[in-house]
């Protein structure tokens, strides 16, 4: 099969792909109007977040069995046209499972014990411990919303810490045990010292994490975001923040980002400024899946699911 590379990952998967007989195409370094010409024999599509892989563009490999993401986030792809021509989808959550959990940890850690501040204040000559007080982890109540592979990771992570986990997913249920409590919304919202956001976004879960949203909180939370941007509306975390029921939030992903993922849209200054000024947030540009281990394994895995499904060209 001719399998094309919109996007550049680990070369583990050409490897392993080429090895076998199919015929791997480099076009990381195609732009849209290139790729419109080059598909018409194409059957496999490797891709990240750079090309949105839409009808459009779709249409324009009518010989397309597959496409494989490198990552878990599908929103990318024209999930419907794909479903109507039979294109199977495949992607690798598991390759970046355990980045994007301990990701998400070490800004936990960072908001409840001040580091950004200390670190910046300690560097400008003040010696402030009082001020910079820090809070424990042990014996709070963690909030997952979404418990699939970064949901699940998450927990996982926090098994050396003596927390409470409630998670919810209105999708999977039966993962409950005795260090996990499958918990409806309201409780997770009521009773959560922490939240995490683990959704995928659809049409569903774009701004979930909204005005009413934080209006349900039961007590100050610190606020994690490691999924997508849209899930959160900006403008109402930061007047959480301001009215104290947020006590800081982490967050690798943000509203504004392009589709690709590789920057921010203009046209937000306004919030954008708002957001950069605010010292209780930690911010990181999309990376929480990105570690030298995930690069690999987030091709492997794909090399795995694509030769299971097609294991000869």
Same mark, same amino acid.
């Given at each position: 099969?001719?399998?094309?590379?919109?996007?550049? *990952?680990?070369?583990?998967?050409?490897?392993?792909?080429?090895?076998?007989?199919?015929?791997?195409?480099?076009?990381?370094?195609? !732009?849209?109007?290139?790729?419109?010409?080059?598909?018409?024999?194409?059957?496999?599509?490797?891709?990240?977040?750079?090309?949105?892989? !839409?009808?459009?563009?779709?249409?324009?490999?009518?010989?397309?069995?597959?496409?494989?993401?490198?990552?878990?986030?599908?929103?990318?792809? $024209?999930?419907?046209?794909?479903?109507?021509?039979?294109?199977?989808?495949?992607?690798?959550?598991?390759?970046?499972?355990?980045?994007?959990?301990?990701?998400?940890?070490?800004?936990?850690?960072?908001?409840?014990?001040?580091?950004?501040?200390? $670190?910046?204040?300690?560097?400008?000559?003040?010696?402030?411990?009082?001020?910079?007080?820090?809070?424990?982890?042990?014996?709070?109540?963690?909030?997952?919303?979404?418990?699939?592979?970064?949901?699940?990771?998450?927990?996982?992570?926090?098994?050396?810490?003596?927390?409470?986990?409630?998670?919810?997913?209105?999708?999977?249920?039966?993962?409950?045990?005795?260090?996990?409590?499958?918990?409806?919304?309201?409780?997770?919202?009521?009773?959560?010292?922490?939240?995490?956001?683990?959704?995928?976004?659809?049409?569903?879960?774009?701004?979930?994490?909204?005005? /009413?949203?934080?209006?349900?909180?039961?007590?100050?939370?610190?606020?994690?975001?490691?999924?997508?941007?849209?899930?959160? !509306?900006?403008?109402?975390?930061?007047?959480?923040?301001?009215?104290?029921? *947020?006590?800081? /939030?982490?967050? $690798?992903?943000?509203?504004?980002?392009?589709?690709?993922?590789?920057?921010?849209?203009?046209?937000?200054?306004?919030?954008?400024?708002?957001?950069?000024?605010?010292?209780?947030?930690?911010?990181?540009?999309?990376?929480?899946?990105?570690?030298?281990?995930?690069?690999?394994?987030?091709?492997?895995?794909?090399?795995?699911?694509?030769?299971?499904?097609?294991?000869?060209?």
């Amino acid at each position: 099969m001719n399998i094309a590379f919109i996007d550049s *990952v680990h070369p583990v998967l050409m490897q392993r792909l080429t090895a076998v007989g199919h015929r791997c195409i480099d076009h990381s370094g195609s !732009d849209r109007a290139r790729l419109m010409e080059a598909l018409a024999d194409v059957h496999g599509i490797v891709v990240r977040g750079r090309i949105m892989l !839409d009808a459009e563009l779709l249409q324009r490999a009518p010989a397309l069995r597959f496409i494989a993401r490198a990552g878990a986030g599908m929103e990318n792809i $024209d999930k419907a046209y794909c479903t109507a021509h039979g294109i199977k989808l495949i992607n690798s959550p598991e390759g970046n499972r355990t980045a994007v959990a301990e990701h998400a940890l070490g800004m936990l850690l960072g908001l409840m014990n001040h580091l950004r501040r200390a $670190d910046a204040e300690v560097r400008a000559g003040l010696w402030k411990r009082k001020e910079n007080t820090g809070f424990e982890l042990d014996g709070r109540t963690v909030g997952l919303i979404g418990f699939g592979r970064m949901g699940s990771a998450f927990a996982d992570k926090l098994r050396g810490f003596a927390v409470r986990i409630l998670a919810h997913d209105k999708y999977i249920t039966g993962f409950g045990n005795e260090r996990i409590i499958e918990a409806p919304l309201e409780q997770v919202l009521a009773e959560s010292d922490v939240i995490s956001l683990h959704l995928p976004l659809t049409e569903e879960t774009v701004h979930f994490a909204d005005a /009413a949203f934080f209006a349900r909180l039961g007590k100050p939370v610190w606020f994690l975001n490691t999924a997508r941007g849209p899930l959160v !509306d900006t403008s109402a975390l930061l007047d959480a923040l301001d009215a104290g029921r *947020v006590r800081g /939030a982490g967050l $690798d992903v943000l509203e504004f980002e392009e589709r690709s993922l590789l920057g921010l849209r203009s046209g937000n200054e306004a919030t954008l400024q708002r957001l950069f000024a605010e010292p209780r947030v930690l911010l990181s540009p999309h990376i929480a899946g990105l570690t030298e281990e995930s690069y690999f394994k987030l091709a492997d895995v794909l090399g795995d699911k694509i030769l299971s499904e097609f294991p000869d060209a």
